[in-house]
């Protein structure tokens, strides 16, 4: 099946969400007149790290900037995804809300791996549970920022049979290497695509690299943002994943038993 996706990497105003708002808005619309069924836009989008006033910011389940989300996504006829901060039960979650094109929620995923790097795990819950949902173009698989450092949590959504994982982040230019060479790891090993969308510009000191990303199976760049504001946007076809598993049946040559007996007598 063929996708056409964009990704809004953009400069993310600290604090300021309804200039951040602004900017989403804007290039939801554009990417709905490019023809692209789903834009991401990158972690945290609507406040950056302001982390410390989460408070200020953090919305309720189903309402604040989920609801404006969800109008975005309806009101322009697609699917729309990001992560912003959530409010739930007294704590605040890092949480990646995807939309369909009738505004529909159809998963949310809290971050499991929290980057004390950036004080996350100071201010905010964990999440406890992978998310994969059912698109109007397939199985898909949520993640944000950090996990990609985690090869099981993507392994999973591949063994769940999804062939696409979406992946917000805020990703510092200075570690770019670890970031380009992670989001080809996941697509390779895992024989799927990896739709990353990273910030640009600066933040408390720290720069971020953009290089957001489409990757697919085979490990090859579809389409790659620089350091500046761009929104990036590319075709897929969503069958090569199948394709690229019948030609190379990593799944099928698996041992996970053997794993399991490894571990155990390791420990």
């Known amino acids: ?29 554009e990417a709905a007149r490019r023809g692209s069924a789903l834009v991401l836009f990158p972690e945290l989008w609507s406040t950056g790290y302001d982390l410390e006033n989460w408070r200020r910011h953090a919305s309720p389940p189903g309402g604040g900037m989920f609801a404006r989300l969800s109008d975005l996504a309806r009101e322009n006829r697609i699917a729309v995804g990001g992560s912003i901060l959530e409010i739930y039960d007294g704590r605040a ?36 549970s992978p998310v994969s949902v059912e698109a109007a173009w397939g199985r898909t698989g949520l993640a944000i920022c950090y ?18 994982v979406l992946l917000p982040a805020e990703w510092p230019a200075r570690r770019a290497a670890h970031w380009e060479t992670l989001i080809r790891a996941r697509a390779i090993e895992n024989q799927m695509f990896v739709a990353a969308c990273n910030r640009v510009g600066e933040s408390k000191g720290e ?25 990036l946007t590319v075709e897929i076809d969503l069958a090569m994943a ?19 007996s490894s571990q155990a007598r390791a420990l």
């Open 93 to 128: 979650l890092n949480s990646f809300a995807l939309f369909d094109s009738l505004g529909v929620r159809l998963g949310l995923y809290h971050k499991i791996h929290l980057f004390r790097l950036m004080d996350e795990d100071r201010w905010l819950a964990p999440g406890d």
């Open 147 to 164: 996990d990609l450092r985690f090869p099981e949590l993507f392994r999973l959504y591949a063994l769940g049979g999804a062939r696409l």
């Open 207 to 231: 720069v971020f690299g953009g290089g957001s990303a489409v990757i697919d199976p085979w490990g090859e760049t579809l389409v790659e943002g620089g350091e500046a504001e761009t929104l």
């Open 242 to 260: 199948d394709e690229v598993r019948k030609k190379i049946p990593v799944f099928e040559d698996r041992r996970p038993e053997i794993y399991v």
């Open 1 to 29: 099946m063929a996708l056409s996706i964009s990704l809004g990497q953009m400069n993310i105003r600290l604090g300021e969400p309804q200039a951040n708002f602004d900017r989403v808005r804007e290039w939801t619309g």
